[in-house]
């Protein structure tokens, strides 16, 4: 029965990884189709690739999507940490408990009435929608994404630390820049990560906020789609997935790497 058990619970997780990753391996083949459609393989080549890069347009799509997010990461994990300890360090469960519900809103609402609220938001206050908008948002919604990675390592953080650096004269500063600071610093790298993908993902909130002459990678995949993609978004899609990979591998065996033993004694 035991045996059963765990040849149907590998069976299992091996189905669930097949139907997650065939699609991009059907996508990654087909970025070497010399047929020029996802139809038939017809032969492998480069040309998509080559194609891909001499797109102008294309990169410079793909660079305002990589500034977008890690602009807006950056700004709303800085708002974000200050805004965790600032509820964290709200002694009322009563107002804490309100603070905590109104970030966790806007985390789950639904990314077109996001989308739409900013879009009316920055038409009332006579924003051009390109660029700044599409920041703006992006922080806006990253930030409490931010707050909720951050919030857990505060609650495990042992108040007597506090205490004791305020005890030996510390600045609030001092408390926050050496205390606080340190202990939560894999939320806040958390934070920033998660942020980073999210808005890099995004498409819901900047189809409605963006404008005439600024996209991001999101946006343009989908407007070409609607005219029938060509192969050099799988070609790209194909690089970012290597890329992606190589990052989640290279962290893997960083942080599964066994530090090599020292020998105690002198010489």
């Known amino acids: 029965m035991e045996q059963t058990k765990k040849w149907f619970a590998n069976g299992y997780l091996i189905l669930v990884f097949v139907i997650l990753y065939a699609p991009i391996l059907f996508l990654t083949a087909y970025s070497f189709n010399s047929g020029g459609s996802m139809v038939g393989f017809d032969g492998f ?3 998509w690739y080559q194609e891909l890069f ?11 999507t990589l500034v977008i997010a890690l602009i807006s990461a950056t700004i709303a994990t800085i708002v974000g940490v200050a805004g965790a300890v600032a509820i964290h360090n709200i002694e009322k469960t009563k107002y804490r408990s309100m603070l905590l519900t109104l970030n966790n809103i806007l985390v789950v609402s639904p990314d077109v009435i996001i989308g739409a609220s900013f879009l009316i938001l920055f038409t009332m206050l006579g924003i051009s929608l390109g660029f700044f908008s599409v920041l703006l ?3 806006a919604f990253s930030i409490p994404i931010v707050v909720i990675m951050i ?20 600045s609030q500063w001092q408390v926050f820049s ?16 998660t942020a980073l ?9 900047t189809f409605f906020v963006t404008g005439n002459g600024f996209n991001t990678l999101a946006v343009e ?11 050099k978004i799988n070609a790209l ?21 066994k530090k090599p033993k020292t020998l105690g004694g002198t010489d």
């Open 45 to 47: 080549t480069l040309e």
């Open 137 to 139: 948002s992006h922080i």
């Open 151 to 170: 919030l857990p390592k505060l609650k495990e953080m042992s108040p007597t630390l506090v205490d004791a650096a305020q005890d030996l004269g510390a």
């Open 197 to 205: 993908t999210f808005s890099l993902d995004d498409f819901a909130v």
């Open 54 to 64: 001499s797109d102008t347009r294309l990169l410079i799509i793909v660079l305002n």
């Open 178 to 193: 050496k205390v606080i600071l340190p202990y939560i610093l894999p939320g806040v790298f958390a934070g920033f990560f």
């Open 221 to 231: 995949v989908y407007s070409l789609a609607r005219q029938g993609i060509s192969l």
């Open 237 to 257: 899609s194909t690089i970012i997935f290597a890329i992606t990979l190589a990052l989640v591998l290279g962290y893997y065996f960083l942080s599964t790497r």
